[in-house]
């Protein structure tokens, strides 16, 4: 029996906004060499200068990753050729990167489990290149943008570890505000690196690295195939080979691109043209204030009050939507009564009409007072779902919505049993079949009592005065 052994290499594009090593914009376009200057194009003469601010969101991911930091800021030079590396070298880091020895802890299928990051580091993104029949197309917008490469160890085993790993991930890094990590802009992408080993095996398969693979939906459809693969090769008596493959989409399968029969020496060296620079302890400090709290920590106080797994992981996947939540706490709400109206009925209506949280009407005041309005018995649930629609449509507060169309809840005991002896007098038929052994008739005399109110009678107050009008 065979399992997988998995590591990740996750390169994310960080939102400055000049590039890297030099003032050209960052920023994403469908225009062709639009944001490009002499230095991405590495004309002679050039020098970079380094962005302060991507080191400082280098540095912010590697805190929020738990990960040792340097106490100086050091580039170094991975000399290879390739025609979408205008300088012949790329600029990174591999003598003192921003993070390493850190880690994230992840749960998956409530079981918890740490995942290892072996290093982070920062570097220059290359430029994009589009390949036609006999030619091709070469774009520098994303030449010298700051990317931030993170490398795990092989902890993995299962698609669901690694898909929980990456959501997680994703969702730290938007936290931290360093990159909107949209792999359709292909601001995220991932690398897999995968061998398969025997359950008794103490020593490591042989592994193969698929490049480039930027949605987690291809990531589960690699990983998936490749474990196939590989045991079936195993299993008839082959071998693996060490290479680098890709995703072929449309065959749904890996191709072999290249053989690594040995590491690649990309001859590293100390960058000459950027100086060593000392990071203070003040500097550090600033930025581990900046974070904020993470996912798994916000996930941890909602459970603790109340609130599902389920529900506070989805609340938890976008920082946005958890602060709206937070900010709805505040009001003294039931967490999971206001959950619940969150996951189900508003972030169904913000899927519906395509529309982030900062652009609904209801305010997380707002919600508060609907769930207020349901548990201090001023209108029923059935009526609070009619004050959530209305309150969206014509943008007024629950509160103008229950007093404009007269929908206040009627719980007083007096006037209710008033209509609960209507109804029986109105129907003595039904009310000898009740006397008589027919108690299932009490549902009957509870929903002539609410349409007498018009729906505004208490539902439990009117349960609980039907039964003692009709047991007298």
Not at 17 to 31: I, L
Not at 301 to 326: M, N, P, W
Not at 448 to 463: F, I, R
Request: hydrophobic share 35%; aromatic share 8%; charged share 30%.
């Amino acid at each position: 029996m065979y399992k997988a052994v998995i590591g990740l290499e996750v390169h994310t594009e960080l939102n400055t906004k000049s590039k890297m090593f030099s003032g050209s914009k960052n920023e994403y376009t469908k225009e062709a060499n639009a944001n490009i200057s002499e230095i991405d194009l590495a004309l002679p003469g050039i020098l970079p200068l380094p962005n302060i601010e991507g080191v400082r969101k280098a540095l912010k991911l590697a805190m929020c990753l738990n990960c040792e930091t340097p106490d100086e800021v050091m580039f170094d030079r991975k000399n290879y050729y390739y025609a979408d590396l205008p300088k012949g070298y790329q600029l990174t880091q591999m003598t003192r990167p921003f993070g390493k020895n850190g880690y994230l802890d992840i749960d998956v299928n409530g079981k918890s489990k740490r995942v290892r990051i072996h290093q982070l580091h920062l570097e220059e993104d290359s430029a994009s290149m589009t390949h036609e029949s006999t030619y091709s197309l070469l774009d520098y917008n994303r030449a010298g943008v700051p990317l931030i490469e993170i490398v795990t160890e092989p902890d993995m085993n299962t698609i669901d570890e690694v898909v929980e790993y990456l959501e997680n991930l994703r969702s730290i890094i938007k936290y931290a505000g360093i990159s909107e990590a949209s792999s359709e802009k292909g601001q995220l992408r991932v690398d897999v690196n995968i061998s398969m080993m025997k359950e008794e095996d103490t020593t490591l398969g042989t592994r193969a690295e698929i490049k480039n693979i930027n949605s987690f939906n291809t990531v589960k459809e690699v990983i998936a195939y490749e474990m196939k693969r590989q045991e079936e090769l195993l299993s008839s008596g082959g071998k693996v080979v060490q290479e680098t493959r890709r995703w072929a989409d449309d065959e749904k399968k890996t191709v072999s691109m290249r053989e690594k029969v040995d590491a690649i020496d990309y001859r590293y060296y100390v960058e000459p043209n950027i100086p060593v620079v000392k990071l203070n302890s003040e500097f550090k400090e600033e930025i581990r204030k900046s974070i904020p709290v993470l996912p798994m920590e916000r996930m941890k106080k909602y459970v603790s009050l109340g609130v599902s797994e389920k529900d506070a992981k989805s609340i938890v996947r976008e920082k946005s939507i958890s602060d709206y939540f937070d900010e709805v706490l505040l009001y003294n709400i039931d967490a999971r009564d206001a959950s619940n109206w969150l996951t189900t009925r508003l972030m169904g209506y913000m899927n519906q009409n395509n529309l982030t949280i900062d652009e609904v009407y209801l305010r997380p005041d707002m919600l508060a007072s609907l769930v207020s309005l349901v548990n201090t018995g001023k209108i029923s649930s059935q009526q609070a779902k009619d004050v959530f629609v209305f309150s969206l449509e014509e943008e007024k507060t629950p509160l103008e919505i229950v007093k404009e169309k007269g929908m206040e809840q009627i719980s007083d005991e007096e006037t209710i049993r008033e209509m609960v002896r209507e109804v029986i007098s109105s129907n003595p038929n039904q009310y000898e079949a009740y006397k008589s052994g027919k108690t299932a008739l009490l549902g009957f005399f509870v929903g002539q009592t609410l349409k007498v109110s018009e729906g505004k009678a208490n539902p439990a107050v009117v349960n609980k005065l039907v039964q003692e009008e009709l047991n007298k």
